[in-house]
């Protein structure tokens, strides 16, 4: 007899919402699903900036338990937030077609403060470094929470913008929908708590598997991997594989300023990669453009990180894992 797959997922709106894709997904498959909503340590612990709490997955360990505990079935997370490396038993069992990979300015209407000495607001210390590389006049500070409560938090402050995930604010209606990775410049944000605007960074090199959204199961739940596989979406798995490569080659875990890009160029059948390492203050930067054919992308990622490693990036990397050890 089929079983009724449970999805796990945080309780925020956005993982709701995303919990909510899948299970359309398998219910149009003819699978019967139920969700089951579970709240992370990454949103309880507010007041402490991601890196300072010392846990890589902080947003995904509550489900891996869950999972491994036989509460849940499955789990739906954004592909981001997820370790380069998964808990024992647990195994990536779909990825689902990638959506906007860029990031968004969330300002309040001004974009003179760019020429100007201004505060932004950011939880992520990849955006963060790239900020500071671009604008070295500028002020970051930490910002956390879901996605209605950063932009109350911008409201609230006299910072001049913050920065979010393009794919975020679309899957929540908070944006017209862009088309993948471009877009209007310059639009309106539609949020009950900020009525400003929003511009893409299409400067800004993303978080690997950015705008990606995966499922992971239990390895030997056979029935629920072969469910929850008809989801998957080759490009955008070997291009997010690509780019998390990237990022455990250079052993980032999931708060080193590290951004990775991986698109597949039909034209040619080549796979164009592009990848970043910073200072945690954006004043070292380590960059690398390649372009291989199609059938040489298992490598990729990992030739990408040794280059950017050998060219300088390994001091780097000692320096930031010294600066961000917890303080005891």
């Known amino acids: 007899m089929a079983k009724t797959i449970r999805i796990g997922t945080r309780d925020s709106e956005l993982a709701l919402w995303q919990a909510h894709t899948v299970q359309k997904k398998l ?32 947003f995904t360990k509550t489900l891996d338990i869950a999972m491994i505990n036989g509460q849940v079935d499955i789990a739906v997370h954004s592909m981001k937030d997820v370790p380069t490396a998964l808990p024992t038993g647990i195994v990536q069992a779909a990825v689902l077609e990638r959506a906007n990979v860029l990031d968004i300015l969330v300002h309040k209407g001004n974009i003179d403060f760019l020429n100007e000495k201004a505060t932004v607001a950011t939880g992520s210390l990849r955006r963060q470094a790239q900020w500071l590389n671009k604008y070295p006049n500028h002020t970051v500070v930490d910002l956390r929470g879901n996605v209605n409560t950063r932009m109350q938090k911008l409201q609230d402050n006299d910072w001049s913008g913050a920065v979010f995930a393009a794919a975020g604010l679309e899957r929540l209606s908070l944006t017209p929908a862009l088309s993948k990775g471009e877009g209007a410049k310059s639009f309106q944000i539609k949020s009950p708590s900020f009525g400003g605007v929003g511009e893409a960074l299409d400067w800004m090199i993303p978080a690997p598997a950015q705008g990606a959204m995966v499922v992971v199961a239990m390895g030997n739940d056979d029935f629920t991997v072969d469910a929850v596989s008809q989801l998957n979406d080759i490009e955008t798995e070997i291009c997010t594989y690509i780019e998390r490569q990237f990022l455990r080659t250079l052993e980032g875990g999931c708060t080193a300023p590290i951004g990775a890009l991986a698109k597949y160029n039909p034209h040619d059948d080549t796979i164009e990669f592009h990848g970043c390492l910073l200072s945690l203050d954006g004043q070292q930067k380590f960059e690398i453009i390649k372009a291989v054919d199609i059938s040489e992308w298992k490598k990729l990622g990992f030739y990408a990180a040794k280059e950017v490693l050998d060219n300088g990036g390994s001091k780097l990397m000692a320096e930031i894992k010294k600066q961000l050890k917890p303080k005891v």
């Open 27 to 58: 219910n149009d498959l003819g699978y019967t699903t139920e969700i089951v909503a579970v709240k992370s340590q990454g949103d309880i612990l507010l007041d402490k900036p991601l890196y300072e709490l010392g846990i890589t997955g902080i």
